[in-house]
Nanobody
Framework: QVQLVESGGGLVQPGGSLRLSCAAS????????MNWYRQAPGQEREKVAS????????DYAESVKGRFTISRDNAKSTVYLQMNSLKLGDTAAYYC?????????????WGQGTQVTVSS
């Protein structure tokens, strides 16, 4: 059974830090590009960071560049999102997403999300 389980969300003051984790099971993590998305109330889901299967290629939304860092530990089947210098606008539900494009099909999985609230 495929599962992505996020953890690490919570309430933090502006300027603070949080580290999100995404524990994967039921599939070979190294074969998948991993992404973090976020969605604030009334807004569309936004991709904030992605990392290639081997961890050598990363990409970030402009809004989080220089503040967020995505990483992965394939041996532990876990993906991380280190979030520093958090702003009020970072408040959202954060979702872990796995995707793989193979010649025989496209695969993707979503986690249930973890809430991040930035407030003074």
């Amino acid at each position: 059974q495929v599962q992505l389980v996020e953890s690490g969300g919570g309430l933090v003051q502006p300027g603070g830090s949080l580290r999100l984790s995404c524990a994967a099971s039921g599939f070979v993590l190294s074969r998948y590009t991993m992404n973090w998305y976020r969605q604030a109330p009334g807004q569309e889901r936004e991709k904030v960071a992605s990392i290639s299967g081997g961890g050598t290629i990363v990409d970030y939304a402009e809004s989080v560049k220089g503040r967020f860092t995505i990483s992965r530990d394939n041996a532990k089947s876990t993906v991380y999102l280190q979030m520093n210098s958090l702003k009020l606008g970072d408040t959202a539900a954060y979702y872990c997403h796995a995707e793989r494009n193979a010649s025989w099909g496209h695969y993707e999985y979503w986690g249930q999300g973890t809430q991040v609230t930035v407030s003074s």
